[in-house]
């Protein structure tokens, strides 16, 4: 897979996560076990992008 078709792919995974969050934090009892699992999987794609990113800049 391109690189650039790589992080699109990843971004999409990000944006997608990010709507999971705020549906399950607006919830009247958020899951917190969930929430961070998500959060900590979000964060994990962003690191992976800034790597590729990074790399495709050198």
Avoid: F
């Avoid at 009247?28 to 495709?56: N, W």
């Amino acid at each position: 897979m391109p690189l650039n078709a790589r992080i699109a792919s990843l971004e999409e995974r990000h944006a997608a996560l990010e709507r999971r969050i705020l549906d399950e934090d607006s919830r009247p009892r958020p899951d917190d076990i969930e929430l961070a699992r998500l959060k900590r999987e979000k964060l994990r794609l962003k690191e992976e992008m800034e790597k590729l990113r990074t790399t495709r800049m050198h």
